[in-house]
């Protein structure tokens, strides 16, 4: 009897230690992405050798500087495009005037491009990219090279909410993450923070024929921390919608202290009263530019209350809603444009933020939507799609506009933050894809050490069931990417010689050669396959010497680059390109030898520039 | 007949005679240099005759230019001169006006050939001793496919050669018709 008892407690023992090990399991019972249809996937993404992607991708390469260029659906980089950092592959930063269009700074942090726009459709004309040293660059998608860097501007402090354009290009945005004392180079404690520390909303001009980029309008704002933006469009063409954390005005480890409140803000600023305001010669002169106060200027920026330390902020593409989403909340709002402009003709306001009034939560809300935790960004597809990233769920999910109910939910590895869908933020989005930009990557490749590269996820959106289709992984540091229909870009593939109107190109061999000025000592160089002409030239230590190479060829891919051994210059001149660069001779013999692989005897590309001793 | 003949020869002058198509791996699309009576023309918008030209420089080649070809100075005026010579016939309307005109013309039309291979011939074979690459001298196709090193190099005619010999075919035409109407003066034309 005692045996048997005994042989009870044993069996119910060891029961009780099997239940008790299958309470945690040793992975997540959660789908692992990237169980999708192997076959179906492929299909999908390949992209067979010699046949073209049916879109582009351009990604911010964040504080890599660069942006980077994509196929989709094959997600295959193509290309780089350096902006604001030296890039030797293509020679930037490295003659003249590259050089000097990076001025000072050889580090920026690209966060958002911006692809110009015609009637709130992407038109492929030029491509805007913000930094946070208060910078905005210009690429010319005829040629995808840098063509200007405004900036920094003055007052503006961590330049994060940037370059968004409105539906015309008539301007892109810039705004103050970190407020400081302005004008720049001001003083004042810490604990005179929320007085004396003043943010900044700015507009760039461009010139729609030249896409030349000038100071439009800034606008004083309290010192919260602007984040993202977006321009209305259609219904809501005129508006600017920019967000807010810390709008506790808070110092420290803003962490805590800028969560406090339930809600902060979503400024709306009405661009073309701020246009109209400059162009009747208002505002205040504070460090060379003009600002506008909204005390003195009122009508030009309103607050929209917001879920609490919002991030993103994105209009549909009817223009209807502005859809901005709290990061530490599990819904994001759906502001009726409608209703805030009724509120604001009403006057109905809850109070201001220093002269600034603030509407009402309640009153302009349409929905909220109960997406996941950790909304970000939401991009757009055809018939009312809408996709959230959840960067606390690390998933995506798609719900419609109008129902306000989710769809559909996929989980991404890992943590994803911006999110771009084809055309996902025009008037017209394309639907098919979306690509995850994830800011962890946890080892799904090869390992490569601890500096992880991030991670692009290509999704199917053609279906209303979303499925993982490819990972792929980018340089640091993806935050937001724009993707366009391929058949919009006209790029050429060589500079035509009638239009290289450089006053130091030479097209003909016999006329190259050196000529001095004093101690200052030109040499226009032609090079060709496979040599430079002339192959040596002679200076003088001390001479400033001017090296002018013009590429002569008119073949596709037949670059030349000019390397001079000793003396950090590295030249890659385009076909049809002249580039120049200028330096102080020191005595000695230099090579210099073309880099960029050009023909069969591209080895023998190479001369010598003596100097001789004074 | 001999009208026909002027109107194509007048029509000879204005499209290409011959062709080059050269391939590479690295040229999937080709390189084309046509040959006009007057002129030589690259295709790509002249581009590829600038390509050839740097292509053969490593090999010690001339550069091809129109200037170098004699042919186009004269070749224009003698397409002119058979024109009227044919409308002359036809004006006078004897078969010795039109044994005349097929004489010249036919003259014109071997010499023209023979003018074409020998230009390349000299291209072939004249190469700068100092030239980069070394290669033996060789003439390229006048007419159908070879292969020259990494290229494949095509030489067929064009539309211009095709209506010269459609007026050669018109001359015989008309030959054939004055043979069978001998003794009679019927015009020809």
Not at chain 1, 466 to 481: G, V
Not at chain 1, 493 to 498: F, I, M, R
Not at chain 2, 14 to 42: C, K, N, V
Not at chain 2, 54 to 62: A, D, P, Q, R
Request: glycine residues 10%.
């Amino acid at each position: 009897m005692r045996s048997r008892y005994q042989a009870w407690v044993v069996v119910i023992g060891i029961s009780a230690a099997l239940a008790a090990s299958r309470c945690a399991p040793s992975a997540s019972n959660q789908t692992r992405a990237g169980a999708s249809d192997v076959a179906a996937a492929a299909q999908k993404v390949y992209v067979a050798p010699g046949d073209l992607d049916p879109y582009y991708m351009f990604a911010s390469g964040g504080h890599s500087g660069n942006v980077y260029v994509y196929g989709v659906p094959s997600m295959r980089h193509i290309s780089t495009i350096p902006v604001f950092t030296p890039y030797p592959a293509t020679g930037y930063g490295f003659d003249d005037a590259s050089k000097k269009m990076l001025g000072d700074l050889t580090w920026g942090d690209a966060h958002h491009p911006a692809l110009s726009e015609t009637n709130g459709d992407y038109d492929g004309r030029w491509l805007f990219i913000n930094e946070m040293n208060g910078r905005v660059a210009r690429i010319d998608l005829r040629d995808f090279k840098t063509k200007q860097i405004i900036g920094p501007v003055a007052n503006i402090s961590g330049n994060h909410g940037s370059s968004f354009v409105t539906p015309n290009t008539e301007y892109a945005m810039m705004s103050s993450r970190f407020s400081i004392p302005i004008p720049k180079g001001g003083y004042a404690p810490l604990d005179k923070y929320a007085t004396d520390y003043k943010g900044i909303i700015a507009g760039l001009k461009i010139d729609p024929k030249s896409g030349e980029m000038t100071l439009g309008f800034e606008i004083l704002m309290p010192p919260f921390d602007f984040d993202i933006g977006d321009a209305g469009k259609k219904v809501s063409d005129g508006w600017m919608f920019l967000t807010a954390y810390n709008t506790e005005r808070a110092t420290g480890k803003l962490e805590v202290t800028a969560s406090q409140r339930d809600r902060d803000y979503i400024a709306a600023v009405d661009w073309r009263a701020a246009e109209r305001a400059v162009a009747e010669g208002k505002g205040d002169l504070i460090g060379g530019v003009k600002v506008l106060d909204p005390k003195k200027v009122p009508g030009i920026v309103y607050l929209m209350p917001c879920g609490k330390s919002p991030h993103g902020v994105d209009v549909s593409p009817d223009g209807r809603y502005i859809i901005g989403s709290g990061k530490l909340q599990g819904v994001t709002t759906a502001f009726n444009f409608e209703k805030i402009q009724a509120a604001i003709q009403s006057q109905a306001f809850s109070g201001d933020e220093d002269g600034i009034p603030v509407l009402k939560y309640e009153s302009i809300k349409e929905a909220e939507v109960p997406v996941g935790l950790g909304p970000l960004h939401t991009q757009f597809g055809p018939g009312g799609m809408a996709y959230t990233s959840l960067f606390v769920d690390s998933a995506i999910a798609s719900w419609k506009l109008g129902e306000w109910k989710v769809i559909d939910k996929t989980p991404v590895s890992f943590a994803v933050g911006h999110l771009a869908t084809a055309e996902g933020d025009t008037v017209d989005p394309d639907g098919q894809f979306l690509v995850s930009l994830n800011k962890l990557s946890h080892g799904r490749h090869l390992n490569v050490g601890p500096s992880q590269p991030e991670s692009s996820q290509l999704i199917d959106i053609s279906q209303e069931k979303m499925k993982l289709l490819a990972d792929s992984f980018t340089e640091p540091e993806p935050h937001y990417a724009q993707i366009i229909k391929a058949d919009k870009l006209h790029p050429i593939e060589v500079y035509p010689k009638e239009e290289n109107h450089h006053p130091l190109a030479v097209w003909d061999v016999s006329k190259a050669g050196v000529t001095r000025e004093g101690n200052h000592v030109t040499a226009k160089i032609v090079a060709v396959r496979s040599s430079f002409t002339p192959s040596t030239f002679e200076v003088r230590e001390g001479d400033i010497v001017t090296v002018a190479i013009t590429n002569i060829e008119q073949a596709t891919d037949m670059l030349h680059g000019f390397g001079l051994l000793d003396y950090n210059i590295n030249l890659v001149i385009d076909p049809g390109e002249t580039k120049v660069v200028t330096f102080t001779a020191k005595k000695g013999v230099y090579p210099y030898y073309c880099t960029n692989f050009c023909s069969a005897l591209h080895q023998e590309m190479q001369g010598y520039m003596t100097v001789k001793p004074r | 007949m001999l009208a026909l003949a002027a109107g194509l020869v007048v029509l000879a002058y204005f499209t290409p005679l011959w062709r080059l198509t050269m391939f590479a791996p690295q040229y999937e699309h080709g390189l084309q240099l046509d040959i006009h009576s007057y002129t030589l023309e690259g295709g790509h918008g002249g581009q590829d005759i600038k390509e050839i030209n740097l292509l053969n420089h490593y090999i010690g080649m001339h550069p091809l230019e129109a200037e170098d070809f004699d042919e186009f100075k004269w070749m224009p005026f003698v397409l002119g001169g058979i024109a009227l010579l044919f409308l002359r016939g036809v004006v006078l309307g004897t078969v010795k006006e039109l044994v005349d005109a097929t004489a010249v013309f036919g003259y014109f039309g071997a010499f023209s050939l023979w003018s074409f291979a020998y230009k390349m011939y000299r291209y072939g074979h004249d190469l700068a001793p100092e030239a980069p690459v070394k290669v033996a001298p060789f003439t390229p196709p006048v007419f159908g496919y070879q292969r020259i090193a990494n290229f494949e190099v095509y030489s067929y005619p064009r539309a211009g050669t095709y209506l010269l010999m459609a007026v050669g075919v018109a001359l015989l035409a008309a030959l054939v018709l004055a043979w069978r109407r001998r003794g009679t003066l019927a015009s020809v034309s």
